[in-house]
């Protein structure tokens, strides 16, 4: 079995009124462990902010490795797989993906994944989180704490160079880090524990 070593704790610590600006690094994807057949329903409402409530109200389309959803009683398959939740989205397309919609007959439809043999018991989930999704449960997920891809945090960054003004402090294993030097701190770390807090905390 291949070692695993403990992943590099990164903080990122932004002005205040800065934070929601952060969150749509979510887009890229984020990596969350569950347990092996976890309901997506069940998957959801571990998230912080993602009650039943919230599930029923808001979310308005689920991906499941490219595939929209409707039943969250639905188990989480795939080699990798990959969940994406958005809010209501305009036009036909919107109406065609929506949850228990009316045109949902007008999908594409694509085999399930079969769940292949593990010998872990745990599942890592790739989330990723759009629109209204994101500005509104993308704060708590970041203060949290998320496991995210090294390069998609540099990619991010590197992209949004006036964003990157918001940030007041980094940190790694607690060690100060300029930002400059962030690429090369995390040389040969592919994944990360990523915590975006404000200096209000």
């Given at each position: 079995m291949k070692e695993q070593h403990p992943l590099k704790?990164?903080?990122?610590?932004?002005?205040?009124?800065?934070?929601?600006?952060?969150?749509?690094?979510?887009?890229?994807?984020?990596e969350i462990k569950t347990p092996m057949n976890t309901e997506i329903g069940f998957f959801l409402c571990q998230l912080p902010g993602f009650s039943p409530e919230y599930i029923q109200a808001t979310i308005e389309t689920i991906f499941l490795n490219g595939t929209p959803v409707d039943d969250l009683n639905l188990h989480i398959t795939g080699e990798h797989p990959v969940l994406a939740l958005?809010?209501?989205?305009?036009?036909?397309?919107?109406?065609?993906?929506?949850?228990?919609?009316?045109?949902?007959?007008?999908?594409?439809?694509?085999?399930?994944?079969?769940?292949?043999?593990?010998?872990e018991n745990t599942l890592t989930v790739t989330l990723k989180l759009f629109n209204s999704?994101?500005?509104?449960?993308?704060?708590?997920?970041?203060?949290?704490?998320?496991?995210?891809?090294?390069?998609?945090?540099?990619?991010?960054?590197?992209k949004r160079s006036g964003l990157c003004e918001n940030i007041t402090d980094i940190e790694i294993d607690k060690n100060t880090v300029p930002l400059t030097n962030l690429s090369d701190s995390l040389a040969g770390c592919q994944t990360i524990n990523l915590k975006i807090i404000t200096s209000n905390d």
């Open positions: 704790s990164v903080t990122l610590t932004v002005q205040p009124d800065s934070l929601h600006l952060f969150t749509t690094v979510l887009q890229a994807g984020v958005s809010a209501a989205m305009p036009g036909l397309a919107g109406a065609i993906f929506r949850k228990n919609s009316i045109h949902a007959a007008l999908r594409t439809r694509t085999a399930v994944q079969p769940q292949t043999d593990r010998e999704i994101a500005k509104e449960r993308g704060e708590d997920l970041l203060q949290t704490g998320i496991e995210l891809s090294t390069p998609k945090l540099l990619t991010f960054l590197s």
